[in-house]
Every structure is written in structure tokens, then in C-alpha cells.
């Protein structure tokens, strides 16, 4: 009963939240629909790859909507993914990441699910949260779908993001990864030379499976590498 009232809630939130997103587009729910189609029918064929279409400004209003979240997710493929487009504020990113089993082999195709905060710490772009932590995990305006490769590797360009405002959090990247035997890793990408990650912090990361990674890049142009084992 409690999960039925908060998926209600998340429901009624979003609706009102980004409900009205279209109209503020100048676009009738009718016409958000064959928009998305289109993006879907364009994915298909080959037209355009998820990255042009998640970096598309022009279409970052319907980031936040399940059925636009579900042509990114049903086209999710081994590639490397752009997560920001290059006008999006903050520190451009790299994250490698490999995938092992408990057994150190590789986890090849699993299904990746991306999604984090902006360079204000805001997970929509009109409030640093959308209702609930579900709200953030289903509607969050900077996201990704995509699968590891055969050596269970996949890579992701974006920002880096912060951590929420007057929160104590380190920043992180959620990370959600389903392999083909359906086994699920929900886990965070930490960054170790964040100053909030130290101390109680990073023992409660540690302890949560959350992973952390150096910069192995520049200043300027970060590049994490991490590796997720999923047990």
C-alpha cells in the first residue's frame, strides 16, 4: 500500500511538473507524442544515434517524460554515450568503466542506466529534486541508456556533477546496471578527490558498494576509471 501511494504521488508530481513542459514548448500532448515517435523512428532507421538526440537542446524538454526515457532505453546499445550537451555548464567528463563478475570475467551486454545531477546539483532544471528519490530515478534531466561491450566495458561523456545544494553528500553519478541473466547492480560513481568524500563519508560509501575513482585525466578534462563488480 505504502509503494502504490508513492508511486501516486511521483505520478501526480510529474505530471504537474512536466506535464505542462510540452505547453511551455508551444506543443499539445498530440504533437509531444509524434515527436517522440519521430525520435524513435530516427533512432531506427540509423538517422540519428542516442547521443544526438540526448545533446539535442531542442528536445531536452522531453527528457524528463517515461515514453521519451523509453525510446532511449529500447534503442540502448554498445557505443559511447554523450550524456550533456556542449552548451550544459560544468566540467566536461569522461567515465570508463568495466563490468566484472564475481568471478573477474566480464559482464558483456548488460543494459547501463545513467543518471545524475547538473553543475547546480539539480537533478530537473527547475528544482534540485523532483518529489521523491524515485522522482529523481525516473525523470532526472541528464541521462543515459547503453550496454557493455565484450569485455564488459562501456564509456560515457558528460559533466561532472554536484553534489545537492546544503547537502553533505559527495557528488555521484547513479549507475544502474541489469545483466542478460537479470541479475541488477544499483550502485553510485564516486569521485575521490571530491573534499565531501573523506571521513564517515567514504566509510559509508565504501560500505554501501558505492565505487570511487581517481582522475586519471587533466584538471580541466577528468577522466575516471572505475570498475563494478556485481555479485
Partial sequence: ??????????????????????????LPPQ?????????????????????????????MFLHPLPAFREVIKKHAKVEKVRLTAPSEPGIPTRIEVNVVDG?????????????????????????????????????????????????GYFEAETIRPESYPHSSLPQHIHCEITAPDGKILITELLFRDDPKLSGDALTHALREGFVPARNIGTAKRPVFAYQIRMR
Fill in 1 to 26: 500500500m505504502q509503494k502504490l501511494l508513492l508511486f501516486l504521488l511521483s505520478f501526480i508530481a510529474s505530471y504537474f511538473q512536466y506535464g505542462k513542459l510540452a505547453f511551455s514548448n508551444n
Fill in 31 to 59: 504533437d509531444t507524442a509524434r515527436l517522440i515517435a519521430r525520435v524513435d523512428q530516427q533512432l531506427s532507421k540509423g538517422e540519428k544515434w542516442v547521443s544526438a538526440v540526448l545533446t539535442d537542446t531542442a528536445l
Fill in 103 to 151: 568471478f573477474d570475467q566480464p559482464v558483456t551486454g548488460a543494459l547501463v542506466y545513467l543518471y545524475q545531477t547538473d553543475a547546480r546539483g539539480w537533478y530537473a532544471d527547475t528544482a534540485a529534486h523532483i518529489l521523491i528519490r524515485e522522482g529523481d530515478r525516473r525523470h532526472a534531466r541528464l541521462f543515459a541508456y547503453l550496454k557493455t561491450d565484450g569485455n
